[in-house]
């Protein structure tokens, strides 16, 4: 089992498409993690991207774009270890920061693409 297990999931209101060409291009995974080498070993289109994870930690990280009435379900997963091991102190603080970097990651992209959208309105199509 990995010592760093992170799972988020947030809405966006725009389809999975949209969400996937956000995180198509590999300049967008290092503004995104920017600590992390990322090596795609499944790229599932509309659906996500699977990596293997390097640098600060080793494992493996998902993002999948399920299709949920108006928009998408962004699911986020990692699951990790640091290389060499680590306290079980700086665990519980990596998890804690890792878990903040997902929701900030996710809730700035439901920012950025919904627009501005009023809550209740059909997504804008690009």
Excluded at 54 to 74: F, I, S
């Amino acid at each position: 089992m990995p010592s760093v297990d992170v799972v988020d999931e947030t809405f966006l209101a725009v389809p999975p498409d949209v969400v996937a060409a956000a995180f198509a291009p590999p300049a967008a995974w290092a503004r995104f993690w920017p600590d992390l080498t990322l090596d795609v070993y499944a790229d599932r289109g509309t659906e996500g991207l699977r990596w293997t994870v390097a640098g600060a930690l080793v494992g493996t990280m998902e993002v999948w774009l399920e299709p949920v009435l108006d928009g998408t379900l962004l699911h986020y997963f990692l699951r990790a270890d640091f290389p060499g091991g680590a306290s079980d102190k700086r665990i519980r603080r990596e998890v804690r920061r890792r878990q903040l970097a997902a929701k900030h990651v996710s809730l700035g992209l439901k920012s950025i693409l919904e627009g501005g959208r009023p809550p209740g309105v059909a997504p804008a199509l690009p």
